[in-house]
């Protein structure tokens, strides 16, 4: 009787240090999809003010490449729900094709994104030129930021599990580490946040412009 009630607290202990452990980087990602939300919003309303009080940009073309981009961008947000299922499921090699999915994804959107700014330049569109025109530069280029820093912890998962994917004995032991799950767990909520992001973005743009 003892030995079972020790074990339930050996469990519940191990189960506290887990939840210690984990809750500062839950913490921080929270904290900073907070700031970027305020950020970007900030920069939204204001280009949202400077539209309202200014005469409409004249023979702009919206860059179709960003409406290419917009799909790629939602296709990287359900591979990477993938990944999620596949991690619980200890699935390695379907695990590494949705996480390889949405890095393919995701550089094909920076291609759109690079692209769409050629657009802009190619019809005399320029960063130091009209101001509502800079806010798109700014506002997409601070988006851009952010999905480059998602795809370098993008590229460290994928080589993560590429290196372990032929290994059963390192295999076992990523599936059984409750903090890769974590890992995952949180760079998929900051994908999201990226990709519902972008969307607002998109959206915001096409409607005004």
Known sequence: MSQGKTGKETNATSLLIFKERT????????????????????????FMVWITHNEPIENFHFPKTFILGTLLLLFSSYTTTLSQHYYKEDS???????????????????MCQVLGWKSLFDQGFYLNGDAGIAFVYVITGLHFIHVSVGMIYLLY?????FDLINDPVRSLLYFSNQFEGIRLDLFATYWHFIDGLWLFLFLTFLFIL
């Open 23 to 46: 809750s500062p980087y839950r913490t921080f990602m929270f904290y900073a999809l907070v700031g970027s939300s305020i950020l970007f919003m900030s920069m939204v309303i204001m």
């Open 157 to 161: 998962l994928n080589l993560k599990v």
């Open 92 to 110: 390695g090699k379907y695990l590494l094709l949705s996480l390889s999915s949405t890095l393919i994804f995701s550089l094909a959107f920076v």
